[in-house]
């Protein structure tokens, strides 16, 4: 009997398209999202309004016609933002939330922030203008285990400024430990998104039988008692849980190196592999309210109009391994499992 499960559009609420050959080779696999929170840390990053406007073009541009996923862009918070700029380019419609970057976390991260005394004007300004703040939330104390660093972060730097700045709505990002799960489940004001890889893979998926670099990334994926309780939270219902992929694409050259780059590409695959791991939790009917109707109700947005259309079918559905991007190739993500969820775009 073939199962099938009709969803609200979904959204991606954490992504990357990056820029020049590589957005145009990657933007089109994020087609079938209704909307996706777009990550600021091109290099140099996105720091003004104009910018992000800008930016916001350029992904337009590189969209099929057919293709109608809506942009929702950041700002990268420095310890230099002008409170002003960025309240000004929330209210123009420009921005839908600012990214927080612990400076030296990740990827192009580099101007990111140090001294977090310096941008509590600017948080206490969106706080008051109601502007998200998605923040990457790791320490970058060398002393700190690579680990430890998202459970670490939640006292040294999360709880505090959530105390200092009650009424800022926060997105811990990305979270990849039982400590993240614990801490957003008992707090208001506070959401998280979980990626598709955080489901599936755990740190052996990295490391067992020789290095694998297309499983790194960051936060590095934990211990399997991390993932199951990802798993738990994003099939729990609570709608304090909702996807943002961090599809991040690197070239293979980049991340198949003496020290590769930190990011997995699963734009393409992503559906297919939610689908199937709630099938596996027995809880597909949780996958609308994680992909399609939580994150909308924490931006305050409306959920989409459309639907797509889920089918499992008996042969799997064909995904590329490899995609080009200039001269480049990009690997997608390969969750170690067919996916015989096909994705029936129904706009
Ligand atoms: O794995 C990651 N890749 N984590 C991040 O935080 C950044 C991202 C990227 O931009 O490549
Ligand atoms: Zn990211």
């Known amino acids: 009997m073939t199962k099938s499960v009709t969803l609200r559009r979904p959204d991606d609420w954490h992504l990357h398209l990056r820029d020049g050959a590589m957005l145009a080779a990657v933007a089109a696999y994020s087609g079938h999202f209704g ?13 003004t309004g104009a910018q992000a406007a800008s930016y916001r073009d350029r992904i337009l541009a590189a969209l099929p016609e057919n293709v109608t996923l809506r942009p929702l862009m950041t700002l990268y918070l420095t310890e230099t933002t002008e409170a002003a700029d960025l309240v000004q380019a929330h209210r123009d419609g420009i921005i839908s939330a600012v ?25 206490e300004a969106m ?37 200092a700045v009650p009424a800022l709505r926060v997105v811990m ?73 961090d599809s991040a694409p690197h070239p293979d050259r980049a991340k198949e190196s003496a020290c590769g780059c930190a990011g997995c590409f699963t734009a393409p695959n992503t559906m ?26 924490f931006y305050r947005m409306p959920v989409n109009d459309d639907t797509i259309r889920l089918v499992k079918r008996d042969t799997p559905a064909a995904y590329p ?27």
Request: hydrophobic residues 40%; proline residues 7%; aromatic residues 8%.
């Open 35 to 47: 909307r996706a929170i777009i990550m600021p840390n091109l290099v140099p990053p996105v720091l």
């Open 99 to 123: 990214k927080l970057y612990p400076a030296g976390a990740t990827t192009n991260s580099a101007s990111g922030v140090r001294d977090f005394a310096k941008v509590r004007p600017v948080l």
């Open 127 to 163: 706080a008051e203008a109601g502007i998200p703040l998605c923040m990457h939330g790791e320490v970058t104390d060398p002393a700190v285990d690579i680990f430890d660093r998202e459970a670490v972060f939640i006292d040294r730097v999360l709880d505090p400024i959530r105390r």
């Open 173 to 245: 990002e990305h979270i990849t430990t039982q400590d993240g799960v614990d801490y957003v489940s008992a707090n208001d004001n506070i959401g998280a998104t979980i990626t598709t890889h955080h489901l599936v893979i755990n740190r052996n998926h990295i490391l067992v039988g020789g290095i694998r670099p297309h499983y790194y990334c960051l936060p590095v994926a934990k211990r399997e008692t991390h993932r199951l309780a990802l798993r738990k939270a994003a099939t729990s219902g609570d709608p304090r849980f909702f996807l943002g992929t």
């Open 272 to 297: 297919s592999i939610l689908a199937q791991v709630f099938e596996d939790d027995v809880a597909l009917d949780k996958l609308e309210g994680f992909a399609s109707l939580h994150g909308p109700a």
């Open 321 to 347: 391994t490899h995609i080009t991007a200039g001269d480049e190739t990009v690997t997608v993500f390969d969750p170690g499992f067919p996916l015989y969820w096909h994705v029936e775009d129904q706009a």
